[in-house]
């Protein structure tokens, strides 16, 4: 039988850039199904969350189809002040997500908090599944994909017979060297011209021991570097890079 074929794209350095385009950042870590979520919020784990993350809100999942998999009918969300942090913790799963995005190690941080601090509630020595998230949003100046995405990616786009287009979306599924990926890319479009550009892209494993997750959790984030930045043209990586602290 081969060996079945992982993503493969030049291998980049994960460095720092003053400034991003990710939008949306969120991790997932699914758990073996906790019923005492079912009934009552995590009252333990409330009081360690509040100083840093003070918001609290209580949301009743609607079963609409959408959540295959995801048990638990309650979801308890807890926010940073600002907003700009959240984290989710139901009856199999707990999350942290940002729209404020400034760096993996910060990310990180506060992710390995969240295990040390949740732990005890989980009581498990695996998670079913790990997933980590990047949706990344780069602007188009004038409408012109050219220069700003890799060629590969928008070649029929900008070459093919499809004329004025007013709607793209693709999604590809395989697998890299430490899980699966799922990749998402799409227009953004007003007022007829393409303003921005869509790069999704979510990684995940399943059946992870605990010990391991945040080890998983950091190549996932190398390998995503990569495949973000073979997805950029020369201007978008111009854009960064100007930008770069170190």
């Given at each position: 039988?081969?060996?079945?074929?992982?993503?493969?794209?030049?291998?980049?350095?994960?460095?720092?850039?003053?400034?991003?385009?990710?939008?949306?950042?969120?991790?997932?870590?699914?758990?073996?199904?906790?019923?005492?979520?079912?009934?009552?919020?995590?009252?333990?784990?409330?009081?360690?969350?509040?100083?840093?993350?003070?918001?609290?809100?209580?949301?009743?999942?609607?079963?609409?189809?959408?959540?295959?998999?995801?048990?638990?009918?309650?979801?308890?969300?807890?926010?940073?002040?600002?907003?700009?942090?959240?984290?989710?913790?139901?009856?199999?799963?707990?999350?942290?997500?940002?729209?404020?995005?400034?760096?993996?190690?910060?990310?990180?941080?506060?992710?390995?908090?969240?295990?040390?601090?949740?732990?005890?509630?989980?009581?498990?020595?695996?998670?079913?599944?790990?997933?980590?998230?990047?949706?990344?949003?780069?602007?188009?100046?004038?409408g012109v994909l050219s220069g700003w995405i890799n060629d590969?990616?928008?070649?029929?786009?900008?070459?093919?017979?499809?004329?004025?287009?007013?709607?793209?979306?693709?999604?590809?599924?395989?697998?890299?060297?430490?899980?699966?990926?799922?990749?998402?890319?799409?227009?953004?479009?007003?007022?007829?011209?393409?303003?921005?550009?869509?790069?999704?892209?979510?990684?995940?494993?399943?059946?992870?021991?605990?010990?391991?997750?945040?080890?998983?959790?950091?190549?996932?984030?190398?390998?995503?570097?990569?495949?973000?930045?073979?997805?950029?043209?020369?201007?978008?990586?111009?854009?960064?890079?100007?930008?770069?602290?170190?």
């Amino acid at each position: 039988m081969s060996q079945q074929k992982v993503l493969s794209v030049p291998e980049v350095k994960p460095i720092r850039f003053k400034r991003n385009y990710i939008d949306i950042a969120v991790c997932e870590l699914r758990f073996p199904t906790l019923l005492e979520l079912e009934s009552k919020p995590p009252l333990n784990l409330h009081k360690h969350l509040r100083k840093k993350y003070p918001g609290y809100e209580k949301l009743e999942l609607l079963n609409n189809g959408n959540n295959e998999g995801v048990p638990g009918r309650f979801r308890y969300l807890f926010k940073s002040r600002n907003g700009d942090w959240t984290i989710t913790i139901h009856a199999g799963a707990l999350s942290l997500e940002t729209r404020n995005y400034t760096e993996f190690s910060d990310f990180c941080s506060r992710l390995s908090e969240l295990l040390d601090l949740s732990k005890s509630l989980i009581d498990s020595d695996f998670f079913t599944r790990i997933g980590l998230r990047y949706i990344n949003k780069i602007p188009i100046k004038d409408g012109v994909l050219s220069g700003w995405i890799n060629d590969e990616l928008i070649s029929q786009i900008i070459s093919g017979p499809y004329g004025e287009i007013s709607k793209h979306v693709t999604e590809i599924r395989g697998k890299t060297k430490s899980g699966e990926y799922m990749f998402r890319q799409a227009m953004s479009i007003k007022d007829g011209q393409i303003d921005a550009y869509i790069l999704d892209y979510d990684y995940s494993k399943e059946d992870v021991e605990f010990e391991n997750a945040l080890q998983l959790i950091s190549d996932f984030n190398k390998e995503n570097f990569s495949f973000f930045h073979w997805c950029l043209g020369e201007k978008a990586k111009d854009y960064l890079e100007k930008k770069n602290t170190t």
